[in-house]
């Protein structure tokens, strides 16, 4: 049985002291839920805020990304090393942002989820088409050359440790969602990909969520396709209230 897994990007958002105010009001809405992983990943600059708080409970820390040096003449850079450092446990890698904007490749992802394993930090690995790429019919196209390029030189003993995150991209802050069927469509499409390279029981215990606009009432018709297990929350994830109705889905 594979262990959910509800993740929240606070992409650009939250000061320290509202970093501080958000993780101190959603940390009894959900420490009673011990069926299911909480994640929250702040900006760079208010880890160290956000983490002597959630320390003790059971909701873990994450980045929303990472360079694949340790150190060296990189400037603004973080790399993995820092992120335990400031007490991090995962890392959001590949995000369709970060593809989008800052020019990121299936190259380049791969290098940081080395760096991220190596460190062992928990990865998560997103991946996932434009609209334009699923309405010519080459989403399963896309989704195999991310996934294949992606995980190069990752062997079955590291894949184990890599948490997919499948975001349709035209779903991400547009408020639209793919539909329970479209998204386990693909989650279906990445296990068989899984089970083909790495063998059924690694495609078996990968945990694989959906992103893109997932809100309180969409997650539980996501969250009863047979091979969806989390999500990754954008927007929804800034407020304490409706964050903790995603991670309580199941009550």
């Known amino acids: 049985m594979r262990r959910p897994v509800i993740a929240g990007n606070w992409k650009m958002f939250k000061t320290a002291q509202e970093a501080r105010d958000l993780v101190t009001t959603l940390i009894p809405l959900v420490e009673n839920n011990t069926e299911v992983d909480v994640v929250v990943a702040p900006v760079f600059t208010?880890?160290?805020?956000?983490?002597?708080?959630?320390?003790?409970?059971?909701?873990k820390l994450s980045a929303q990304d990472c360079f694949w040096e340790e150190e060296g003449a990189f400037t603004g850079e973080i790399s993995p090393k820092?992120?335990?450092?400031?007490?991090c446990t995962h890392v959001i890698i590949g995000h369709s942002?970060?593809?989008?904007?800052?020019?990121e490749t299936n190259e380049t992802v791969n290098k940081k989820l080395k760096a991220a394993l190596s460190a062992r930090l928990t990865p998560l690995f997103c991946l996932g088409e434009t609209l334009e790429q699923r309405e010519n019919g080459s989403t399963f196209d896309i989704i195999r050359q991310q996934l294949s390029e992606g995980l190069t030189g990752i062997t079955g003993d590291a894949i184990g440790a890599v948490v997919i995150a499948y975001e349709p991209v035209w779903a991400i802050g547009t408020g639209k969602t793919a539909s329970d069927e479209q998204a386990q469509e693909?989650?279906?499409?990445i296990r068989k990909y899984l089970s083909d390279t790495y063998g059924k029981n690694i495609a078996d215990s990968t945990r694989i969520l959906y992103g893109g606009s997932v809100k309180p009432d969409n997650v539980r018709g996501l969250m009863s396709q047979p091979d969806i297990d989390g999500a990754l929350?954008?927007?929804?994830?800034?407020k304490a209230d409706s964050f903790a109705a995603i991670v309580n889905y199941g009550a």
């Open 46 to 59: 208010v880890l160290g805020a956000v983490k002597p708080i959630l320390e003790g409970t059971t909701v």
């Open 82 to 87: 820092f992120l335990v450092d400031a007490g």
């Open 97 to 103: 942002e970060r593809r989008q904007y800052f020019f």
């Open 186 to 189: 693909v989650h279906s499409f």
């Open 233 to 238: 929350v954008g927007g929804a994830s800034l």
